[in-house]
């Protein structure tokens, strides 16, 4: 593991992470360059994923107690502080408020647009999918924690370590087509952080495009280059 002390520590050039970045940037800019046609196209085809997860999730063996921890409240954790920062800094990160993407994406809209009625609908859709994917989640780490003979609160584990080292622990342990659900993970990882950096680069997009004129097909190859 290349892993270095810290982001103000720089090296040497990691290959396959260069690669896949340069990747990454290409997809994006073949999906926005032509408009927001693709956009809606894109997303189609990520839904599905998260749910298809969670249906797996649900049929494997101890499920109901990852369920079950994801589901009863602990009423005593809203004396702490702590919780309600990290609630707010998951809200303003899964509804990107504050960066301008809900607003560009307004601005698409015809001019008699119930803007209330498609806020509080973006609003219930954003947490309706979070919610979802809590059930894929816990029913796999109550699977995991019912093949390693541990509880649920043992083996979730918080941060980028649940996604990357856990889940596909978890995975792994699957009684059949192992493979094919760690590439469906993997492929639902990829096709949402898509989803985010090109409703971000859009943002620029859009405003640059109404500041400065500049053409579409330009903006998301110089958005690059442009620090969020």
């Known amino acids: 593991m290349k892993l270095s002390n810290g982001p103000g ?8 992470i260069l690669i896949g ?5 290409v997809a994006v800019f073949l999906i926005i360059f032509k408009g927001l046609g693709r956009v809606g196209r894109v997303v189609i085809v990520t839904v599905p994923l998260p749910i298809i997860l ?8 101890g499920a109901a107690e990852g369920v079950n921890f994801y589901l009863a409240p602990d009423f005593s954790k809203l004396l702490n502080g702590k919780v309600w920062l990290e609630a707010y800094g998951q809200i303003f990160f899964s509804l990107s408020l504050a960066m301008g993407i809900m607003i560009t ?3 698409y809209l015809p001019k008699k647009t119930d803007i209330t009625n498609n806020a509080i609908m973006i609003s219930l859709a954003n947490c309706g999918t979070s919610f ?28 980028p370590g649940l996604a990357f080292v856990t889940i596909p622990i978890a995975i792994s342990k699957l009684p059949f087509a192992a493979n094919l659900f760690g590439a469906i993970f993997f492929l639902t990882l990829l096709s949402l952080g898509i989803d985010s950096l090109f409703s971000l680069v859009e ?24 620090p969020f």
């Open 9 to 16: 520590q720089l090296s040497g050039l990691v290959w396959p």
């Open 54 to 61: 969670a249906i797996r999730g649900i049929t494997l063996p």
């Open 132 to 159: 979802l994917a809590g059930f894929a989640i816990f029913s796999t780490l109550g699977y995991l924690a019912y093949v390693t003979q541990s509880d649920v609160s043992k083996v979730a584990a918080a941060g």
């Open 203 to 226: 943002a620029n997009v859009g405003a640059s495009m109404d500041k400065w004129g500049i053409t579409r097909k330009k903006l998301p190859f110089l958005s690059v280059f442009w």
């Open 105 to 107: 994406y307004s601005s």
């Open 21 to 25: 970045l340069l990747l990454t940037w």
